[in-house]
């Protein structure tokens, strides 16, 4: 089982959702930098569930340091984050040995690959409670990048048929959203997504939508052509984050439907600074940063676990049955997802980083 991911810095994640813990190991910090506990607590605060579009198990997410840190510094060896489950409940999915399988999420394939040994209940490994490490894992290095002149901000580019605007100015633009529990440029958007939520989950269903991510101060001439370039670093980190079922960068699919002479970005000299006056690639050329905006879009699909009766099969007969799901459930997950996948893309710009400068890029004072 292959739960590692990453060169010059690497994550690895473990636990499931009804274990006693799940946690993150990050192999290859520099060592030196600055741990911001109140910073990993606020970031875990905006993924947390919060009022009638969220689930209702709230974990307080409560955190704690195995390994790597002395002294509030990363010692530079590999750092492992312990978060401890404190509210299951197992008897949401029962003992029984004919269990149907949920549509839309792991339950068949984990069964395929580990015949019948995983752990289930919540999802086990495949549930998106194990995200909560990714963030705390991505709230360690956020920081570091920013003392780079970094930053990273995701916002709700759509919501259903209900659109966000556009960024306008990349910094302010990006501040703003690191406050925000529901990250939404424009407030009658976040009105309308919200009430459109909540309708959803009156109707027993669920809701998905796109976020748009900017990374905003990368240097040009980040990324390894072929097989590490920066598309490639990022959406094989995307895509890990369950519920990510498309990502594009800049432009993206409307790329194909154009002429060159509508997307090509055009360069000029701005007081010494080579840009573009366009950014239809989203701030890369040939996988290697441009020292554009890297700007990326992440299809995030409608929560499987939805309270409409179901066709399905059982697992261990393969009988055509029926299912309605019990627990606590998301209507939506896009405003939980946008810090997940701010952690992610973090943990990929720091290991591109750390690949381009060495490690020693990002090492701390003494």
């Given at each position: 089982?292959?739960?590692?991911?990453?060169?010059?810095?690497?994550?690895?994640?473990?636990?499931?959702?009804?274990?006693?813990?799940?946690?993150?190991?990050?192999?290859?910090?520099?060592?030196?930098?600055?741990?911001?506990?109140?910073?990993?607590?606020?970031?875990?605060?905006?993924?947390?569930?919060?009022?009638?579009?969220?689930?209702?198990?709230?974990?307080?997410?409560?955190?704690?340091?195995?390994?790597?840190?002395?002294?509030?510094?990363?010692?530079?060896?590999?750092?492992?984050?312990?978060?401890?489950?404190?509210?299951?409940?197992?008897?949401?999915?029962?003992?029984?040995?004919?269990?149907?399988?949920?549509?839309?999420?792991?339950?068949?394939?984990?069964?395929?690959?580990?015949?019948?040994?995983?752990?289930?209940?919540?999802?086990?490994?495949?549930?998106?409670?194990?995200?909560?490490?990714?963030?705390?894992?991505?709230?360690?290095?956020?920081?570091?990048?920013?003392?780079?002149?970094?930053?990273?901000?995701?916002?709700?580019?759509?919501?259903?048929?209900?659109?966000?605007?556009?960024?306008?100015?990349?910094?302010?633009?990006?501040?703003?959203?690191?406050?925000?529990?529901?990250?939404?440029?424009?407030?009658?958007?976040?009105?309308?997504?919200?009430?459109?939520?909540?309708?959803?989950?009156?109707?027993?269903?669920?809701?998905?939508?796109?976020?748009?991510?900017?990374?905003?101060?990368?240097?040009?001439?980040?990324g390894e052509p072929w097989f590490d370039s920066v598309e490639s670093v990022l959406s094989h980190g995307l895509y890990s984050i369950p519920g990510i079922k498309g990502v594009q960068f800049g432009a993206g699919f409307d790329l194909a439907g154009g002429y060159?002479?509508?997307?090509?970005?055009?360069?000029?000299?701005?007081?010494?600074?080579?840009?573009?006056?366009?950014?239809?690639?989203?701030?890369?050329?040939?996988?290697?940063?441009?020292?554009?905006?890297?700007?990326?879009?992440?299809?995030?699909?409608?929560?499987?676990?939805?309270?409409?009766?179901?066709?399905?099969?059982?697992?261990?007969?393969?009988?055509?049955?029926?299912?309605?799901?019990?627990?606590?459930?998301?209507?939506?997950?896009?405003?939980?997802?946008?810090?997940?996948?701010?952690?992610?893309?973090?943990?990929?710009?720091?290991?591109?980083?750390?690949?381009?400068?060495?490690?020693?890029?990002?090492?701390?004072?003494?």
């Amino acid at each position: 089982m292959k739960n590692t991911f990453g060169n010059s810095l690497s994550i690895t994640l473990f636990g499931e959702s009804h274990g006693p813990y799940i946690g993150a190991v990050l192999d290859g910090l520099a060592p030196g930098m600055d741990i911001d506990v109140e910073f990993i607590k606020d970031q875990l605060l905006l993924r947390r569930p919060s009022g009638k579009i969220s689930t209702k198990r709230v974990e307080a997410d409560e955190f704690s340091f195995a390994s790597g840190v002395y002294n509030g510094k990363t010692t530079g060896t590999p750092l492992c984050i312990l978060i401890p489950n404190t509210v299951q409940k197992s008897s949401d999915y029962g003992e029984e040995t004919e269990r149907p399988a949920r549509p839309g999420h792991a339950d068949f394939t984990a069964r395929m690959k580990y015949h019948g040994f995983e752990d289930y209940r919540g999802g086990g490994h495949f549930s998106g409670r194990i995200t909560a490490a990714l963030v705390a894992a991505g709230a360690v290095v956020i920081p570091a990048l920013k003392d780079k002149g970094i930053v990273i901000g995701t916002h709700i580019k759509s919501l259903g048929d209900i659109k966000d605007r556009d960024f306008s100015d990349y910094g302010k633009d990006i501040e703003v959203l690191s406050h925000k529990v529901f990250a939404v440029l424009d407030e009658n958007a976040e009105k309308q997504m919200v009430a459109k939520i909540e309708d959803t989950a009156a109707k027993l269903d669920s809701i998905g939508g796109v976020l748009e991510t900017v990374v905003y101060g990368m240097p040009a001439g980040v990324g390894e052509p072929w097989f590490d370039s920066v598309e490639s670093v990022l959406s094989h980190g995307l895509y890990s984050i369950p519920g990510i079922k498309g990502v594009q960068f800049g432009a993206g699919f409307d790329l194909a439907g154009g002429y060159g002479s509508e997307f090509n970005d055009a360069f000029y000299n701005d007081n010494g600074s080579i840009r573009t006056k366009s950014n239809n690639n989203g701030g890369i050329n040939g996988g290697i940063t441009n020292g554009m905006p890297i700007i990326i879009r992440s299809a995030v699909k409608p929560t499987p676990s939805i309270y409409k009766e179901q066709d399905t099969v059982l697992l261990d007969s393969g009988k055509d049955t029926k299912l309605s799901i019990q627990g606590r459930h998301d209507p939506a997950i896009i405003h939980r997802a946008r810090v997940v996948v701010d952690s992610m893309t973090a943990l990929c710009v720091y290991d591109l980083l750390a690949s381009r400068f060495g490690t020693d890029f990002f090492k701390g004072d003494k």
